[in-house]
């Protein structure tokens, strides 16, 4: 299940930024680094008219890190490559998948969950790749 948020109304908000890598192993010393200001906006290019909010739903897409009620920044006017995450429209029902393709060149939906089936379209089916997943806003605390 995907939601769809709609757009982001850009704002002039400056977030403080601390000018220096952060070890995810062992801990470095914090000695230099510089503080500047980093606008939110800019960093997911929500200033864009074709950039959308979608609130993903279910856990398909948890082997590339998207989870259940994250908010993913999707560009309409983005082209999409294989091995990217789409959301498309298949017969009118919205997914997030990786868009892949078989060996006749037709495009399939994958998972990054082994517990779900690739949507590979039938005969009839209508395919329509709604825009390209450019970022995703996953909270580290569920509320």
Same mark, same amino acid.
């Given at each position: 299940?995907?939601?769809?948020?709609?757009?982001? &109304?850009?704002?002039?908000?400056?977030?403080?930024?601390?000018?220096?890598?952060?070890?995810?192993?062992?801990?470095?010393?914090?000695?230099?680094?510089?503080?500047?200001?980093?606008?939110?906006?800019?960093?997911?290019?929500?200033?864009?008219?074709?950039?959308?909010?979608?609130?993903?739903?279910?856990?398909?897409?948890?082997?590339?890190? %998207?989870?259940?009620?994250?908010?993913?920044?999707?560009?309409?006017?983005?082209?999409?490559?294989?091995?990217?995450?789409? %959301?498309?429209?298949?017969?009118?029902?919205?997914?997030?998948?990786?868009?892949?393709?078989?060996?006749?060149? &037709?495009?399939?939906?994958?998972?990054?969950?082994?517990?779900?089936?690739?949507? %590979?379209?039938?005969?009839?089916?209508?395919?329509?790749?709604?825009?390209?997943?450019?970022?995703?806003?996953?909270?580290?605390? &569920?509320?």
């Amino acid at each position: 299940m995907t939601l769809i948020l709609g757009r982001l &109304r850009p704002s002039t908000t400056l977030v403080r930024m601390i000018e220096a890598r952060v070890s995810a192993g062992f801990p470095s010393p914090a000695e230099d680094y510089a503080e500047t200001y980093l606008s939110l906006d800019e960093l997911v290019n929500v200033r864009a008219p074709s950039v959308y909010l979608v609130r993903a739903g279910g856990d398909s897409l948890n082997g590339v890190g %998207i989870f259940d009620g994250d908010v993913l920044v999707v560009d309409r006017a983005a082209v999409a490559n294989q091995g990217e995450v789409v %959301i498309a429209l298949v017969d009118g029902e919205f997914t997030a998948k990786l868009l892949s393709y078989d060996k006749d060149g &037709r495009p399939m939906l994958l998972p990054a969950n082994p517990a779900y089936a690739a949507i %590979i379209l039938q005969e009839g089916e209508q395919l329509e790749i709604w825009g390209v997943v450019t970022d995703n806003l996953h909270s580290l605390r &569920r509320r």
